[in-house]
T-cell receptor
């Protein structure tokens, strides 16, 4: 069975600084996808970034980038130039490329950006 | 594109009554829909997976007679909480994934959620 671990329950960062959220996972699957979702106070789940396991290149979306280490089963999210609007819960999710395509979520990291 | 709606956004009901929550994919055909439950400050807990035209698959520990799921069409799934009690109060979120690998993996698109309060 797959598991996803987010070891940082809460983090804070000063506006305009950089912060990294950690995520590790365990799986015996060879093909899979990894996602970071943001859940602001509205509770709408918003996709931040996704990574295909077969791609070695780390995904990047504007200020958001990942450090994907497949051998180490690590998938960290880096937020550059943090903005007040980045304050939210962040969830890491794993999806195997087979079967039901359900997500395995981590427990989340609550990020607060300080003015 | 890939918008998922949920209705109602919040509902308050009396103990013992049943409540139906709708989840619709507005601009794509959803072959699979997922229902989650989220307690305050916690992660999303998958309740069940439903495929159009077939019975839902429930996660271990989820009472299928309590949480009835119907995925009658490629754009609509419903979750009915039967004989609701205060402990069923929670935030319920649906998600949907479409046909084919249009988005690099079967990415799930999430509805805005429904807050259920049972008095």
């Amino acid at each position: 069975a797959q598991t996803v671990t987010q070891s940082q329950p809460e983090m804070s960062v000063q506006e305009a600084e950089t912060v990294t959220l950690s995520c590790t996972y365990d799986t015996s699957e060879n093909n899979y996808y990894l996602f970071w979702y943001k859940q602001p106070p509205s509770r709408q789940m918003i996709l931040v970034i996704r990574q295909e396991a077969y791609k070695q290149q780390n995904a990047t979306e504007n200020r958001f980038s990942v450090n994907f280490q497949k051998a180490a089963k690590s998938f960290s999210l880096k937020i550059s130039d943090s903005q007040l609007g980045d304050t939210a819960m962040y969830f890491c999710a794993f999806q195997a490329d087979s079967g039901t395509y359900k997500y395995i979520f981590g427990t989340g990291t609550r990020l607060k950006v300080l003015a | 594109g890939a918008v998922v709606s949920q209705h109602p956004s919040r509902v308050i009901c009396k103990s013992g009554t049943s409540v139906k929550i709708e989840c619709r994919s507005l601009d794509f055909q959803a072959t699979t829909m997922f229902w989650y439950r989220q307690f305050p400050k916690q992660s999303l807990m998958l309740m069940a997976t439903s495929n159009e035209g077939s019975k839902a698959t429930y996660e271990q520990g989820v009472e299928k007679d309590k949480f009835l799921i119907n995925h009658a069409s490629l754009t609509l799934s419903t979750l009915t909480v039967t004989s609701a009690h205060p402990e069923d109060s929670s935030f319920y979120i649906c998600s949907a994934t479409g046909t084919g690998k249009l988005w690099g993996g079967n990415e799930q698109f999430f509805g805005p959620g429904t807050r259920l309060t049972v008095l």
